[in-house]
């Protein structure tokens, strides 16, 4: 299929009673959401340098942000800080971002879903609830998480819902506690893009990727003869690394590639310079060539606990059972017991409506340069009117 289905469930915020350097600011809320996000890949990746890793970036940010009209004190001034937000809450543009992704213009399906599970008789706060319905379409529901069972299978069944099957299941009964589990907050992303130039089946061909371990491994490798955006980008260090886009057919969504330019350059030592703002600076530096595109066919799914990256990021206090102020969520003090991802990402080619005429005429072409992507590579997909990133990975085996 020439398309990317991409699900991520993007976390889940398990909410319980207490038992007794240099930097070049994002534009847009899109952005700095994003740069959150991408922060948080960051601190993934650096303990699993070698292995597959999908997040969402803009569900880090959506979950934190529906959490933040319930957050005060010190809490909220962490949230707030991470996020770049002004004090007051960004709430209308947060609406405005939400109305953007999901308008059926994008022709690429952006489906995002919301939702906050609470415990039956909870009392929380008519602003709270108001605030992320108003603003992340928010659905508020009871469950009895006395049946720590029951309450899983209903959240699941939400979630598989929402991502239309991808992502069956997001929690274990294990990790709701039938006597203190209060809220559960959850985000979910799927996202299903067509190319707007098609790889066609009969190109694929299995080629050798050598993988983050080193191991040459035989795979699945698109090919199409096409014109893209490709630039060459540094890092302050002066490595140089390739950026290829490949837009989906609406137009507004694209997915980017990164490739260190050098085969003996680790993806890991480019990581870490990849930001909104570089994002942003790679329009620049790309122009359109006509090459012969070779990327691997690829699926990859995570689990990412979120608790350790955002505590390195500062956002510490929540997850507290003794600093959590959550005042402004329920008159009951709550912190967060857990934070979770699970992303899936589905890259592959469906050729079948592509015209055939279109490939006769560019196979009579010269033969122009190749660029295969045949080592670990990084990939974002992106909202290109918002700047959000809507999905980021590495991918050492495809």
């Known amino acids: 299929m020439e398309r990317l289905s991409m699900l991520c469930l993007c976390a889940?915020?398990?909410?319980r009673g207490h038992q007794g350097a240099m930097y070049q600011a994002p534009s847009s809320y899109g952005e700095r959401g994003s740069d959150l996000g991408m922060q948080v890949f960051q601190q993934v990746v650096r303990s699993k340098p070698l292995e597959n890793v999908v997040l969402s970036p803009h569900g880090v940010a959506s979950v934190l942000g529906m959490l933040l009209p319930g957050a005060h004190g010190e809490t909220r001034k962490q949230v707030l800080n991470a996020l770049r937000y002004k004090k007051n809450g960004p709430y209308r543009m947060l609406k405005k971002l939400h109305k953007t992704l999901t308008a059926k213009s994008n022709r690429d399906v952006v489906l995002i879903a919301n939702a906050m599970?609470?415990?039956?008789?909870?009392?929380?706060?008519?602003?709270?609830?108001?605030a992320n319905k108003a603003n992340f379409q928010c659905e508020s529901r009871g469950l009895d998480f006395g049946d720590p069972q029951g309450a899983a299978e209903e959240i699941n069944q939400w979630v598989s819902n929402k991502t239309k099957g991808h992502i069956p299941s997001l929690i274990k009964a294990d990790m709701l506690d039938s006597a203190l589990t209060r809220l559960v907050a959850v985000n979910a992303i799927y996202f299903k893009g067509l190319w707007k130039s098609r790889f066609q089946p009969e190109s694929t061909?299995?080629?050798?990727?050598?993988?983050?371990?080193?191991?040459?491994?035989?795979?699945?490798?698109?090919?199409?003869l096409s014109v893209f955006g490709i630039g060459i980008a540094t890092t302050p260090q002066g490595l140089k690394y390739k950026v290829i886009e490949l837009p989906y057919h609406g137009n507004t969504v694209s997915m980017l590639i990164v490739l260190p330019s050098e085969e003996d350059t680790p993806l890991s030592c480019?990581?870490?310079?990849?930001?909104?703002?570089?994002?942003?600076?790679?329009?620049?530096?790309?122009?359109m060539r006509k090459v012969r595109l070779l990327i691997p066919r690829f699926t990859a799914d995570a689990e990412v606990d979120l608790e350790a990256p955002l505590s390195a990021l500062g956002v510490t206090d929540m997850f507290s059972e003794d600093k959590a102020d959550f005042s402004h969520l329920s008159s009951e003090p709550v912190h967060v017991s857990k934070?979770?991802?699970k992303a899936k990402?589905?890259?592959?080619?469906?050729?079948?409506?592509?015209?055939?005429?279109?490939?006769?005429?560019?196979?009579?072409?010269?033969?122009?340069?190749?660029?295969?992507?045949?080592?670990?590579?990084?990939?974002?997909?992106?909202?290109?009117?918002?700047?959000?990133?809507?999905?980021?990975g590495q991918i050492n085996q495809p």
């Open 12 to 15: 889940l915020a398990t909410l």
């Open 117 to 130: 599970f609470s415990q039956d008789g909870f009392p929380m706060e008519a602003a709270f609830v108001s």
């Open 205 to 224: 061909k299995m080629r050798p990727f050598t993988g983050g371990d080193g191991d040459v491994y035989k795979v699945p490798m698109m090919s199409q």
């Open 270 to 287: 480019i990581i870490p310079h990849i930001s909104t703002a570089a994002v942003r600076s790679w329009t620049k530096l790309m122009s």
């Open 339 to 341: 934070a979770l991802q």
């Open 345 to 392: 990402i589905v890259v592959n080619e469906d050729g079948t409506k592509a015209a055939a005429a279109t490939t006769a005429i560019l196979l009579a072409r010269s033969s122009p340069p190749w660029v295969t992507v045949d080592r670990p590579f990084l990939f974002l997909i992106r909202h290109n009117p918002t700047g959000t990133v809507l999905f980021m």
